[in-house]
Nanobody, 123 residues
Framework: QVQLVESGGGLVQAGGSLRLSCAAS????????MGWYRQAPGEERELVAL???????EYAASAKGRFTISRDNAKNTEWLQMNSLKPEDTGIYYC?????????????????WGKGTLVTVSS
């Protein structure tokens, strides 16, 4: 089993900042990509930011210049620093991780999701 637990969501005024955390635990060999996705009310889940195991990052156009994704491989933890928040950033933020697991002598990759943390940005 693999668990992803998010924290750090909340209510903030436009222009404010929040820092989300996601800690991975359970049975896995290593973590490949980690990411943050957002699901706004009535919309589909979309990628906000991604960080690869080597540290290369990718951002949605809406997040570039305002959000920073980071990770600590030793702690199996990732963060999303969100600055200059806008009302359109409101939504449930989900942690995502692609991990390498083993089954006997076999290795395989599996994607896991956290339960989400709500971010509300008021105007």
């Amino acid at each position: 089993q693999v668990q992803l637990v998010e924290s750090g969501g909340g209510l903030v005024q436009a222009g404010g900042s929040l820092r989300l955390s996601c800690a991975a635990s359970g049975s896995f060999v290593s973590i490949n990509n980690m990411g943050w996705y957002r699901q706004a009310p009535g919309e589909e889940r979309e990628l906000v930011a991604l960080i690869r195991s080597g540290g290369i990052t990718e951002y949605a156009a809406s997040a570039k210049g305002r959000f920073t994704i980071s990770r600590d491989n030793a702690k199996n933890t990732e963060w999303l620093q969100m600055n200059s928040l806008k009302p359109e950033d409101t939504g449930i933020y989900y942690c995502n991780a692609n991990v390498e697991r083993s089954f006997g002598k076999y290795y395989y990759n599996a994607t896991h999701w956290g339960k989400g943390t709500l971010v509300t940005v008021s105007s």
